[in-house]
């Protein structure tokens, strides 16, 4: 396990390893559609491609960037399946909200549950096609002492420092994106993303196995989080006013329609008014981070886009 005292390289290679462990170990369950496993498997994907990119000095770029592509790939099937889980559970939630009948409720949820079914099945398909073998073999090479992504670069340098390093100029991308105007759905969805990034980066270096940060790190990333939870919260009641009104005035019921729209539209209203105060917090946490950390050798590790 990597502490305080290891080297970059050897806090990176613990990383990546048991990311790429927790990838392998999640699919099964996947694929066999449990409750909740697509979404862990999603999740398992998201932390390994945002810790690639964030650490993106320290890794060698071909072969990285070959597995963050099929790891892009992979997620886009999961998020495809994964969204329209939320997307049921919404519309169960809202329903009960607004007191929904049962037949509209049902004509909502049809749809998706077919949706999903076949969402689901391309996953299947594709993690049994050569594309899925592909990441496979990739992944065992990570397993492998992290194979051909182990670390290059500044990977001698000390590892906490070029931690704090990473993680600050994560928190430090989702200020500067966050500082654009939010109502803007692109906007907005970037900023999560970049949210999710700083939380899964904190995660990676203040948990086990490579627990070179400690508190100040922790809250970072749970500033992260709250900032993406708030902006998901919007995206996905946004998306549910949507399908609700893309399925026919449910069945010829205007009021029941209206009601669902207006119960989506005040959560997603709400859910974007809290973001100023998220990005707020983060930035004293990021201030007072900074300010308890003296700089070691100038250097800064440069950072790779949302790619």
């Known amino acids: 396990m990597a502490g305080p005292g290891t080297t970059a390289g050897e806090m990176l290679r613990a990383v990546l390893r048991d990311l790429a462990r927790s990838v392998v170990e999640r699919q099964p369950a996947a694929l066999a559609d449990e409750p909740d496993a697509v979404h862990q498997l999603r999740t398992a994907v998201r932390r390994l491609r945002n810790v690639l990119a964030a650490f993106g000095d320290l890794v060698d770029p071909a072969t990285a960037g070959a597995l963050r592509a099929r790891l892009s790939a992979y997620g886009d099937r999961l998020g495809l399946a994964r969204d329209l889980e939320v997307r049921a559970a919404d519309v169960r939630a809202a329903a009960d909200a607004v007191g929904l009948a049962p037949g509209p409720r049902d004509r909502l949820l049809r749809d998706l549950q077919v949706a999903h079914a076949a969402a689901h099945a ?11 073998a592909a990441l496979a073999a990739v992944l065992g090479t990570v397993l492998d002492d992290a194979g051909g992504v182990g670390p290059v670069g500044a990977a001698a340098r000390p590892g906490d420092v070029v931690a704090a390093e990473v993680l600050l100029a994560q928190a430090d991308r989702v200020l500067a994106l ?20 700083l939380r899964h980066v904190a995660d990676a270096v203040a948990t ?13 990333g749970a500033a992260g989080a709250t900032v993406q939870k708030l902006l998901g919260d919007h995206r ?31 959560r997603a209203a709400a859910a974007l008014a809290d973001v100023p105060r998220a990005l707020e917090d983060l930035a004293v946490l990021r201030a007072r981070a900074q300010a308890r950390r003296a700089p070691a050798d100038g250097r800064v590790v440069n950072q790779a886009g949302d790619r």
């Open 236 to 266: 996905d009641a946004g998306l549910l006013a949507e399908h609700v009104r893309s399925v026919v005035a449910l069945d010829g019921d205007a009021a029941a329609s209206s009601a669902m729209v207006e119960h989506a539209e005040g």
């Open 178 to 197: 966050g500082a654009d105007h939010l109502g803007d759905r692109d906007v907005a969805h970037t900023v999560r993303k970049a949210g999710r990034r």
């Open 122 to 132: 391309q996953l299947v398909a594709w993690c049994r096609s050569d594309h899925g």
């Open 208 to 220: 086990p196995p490579a627990a070179v940060l400690g508190d100040e790190a922790r809250a970072l």
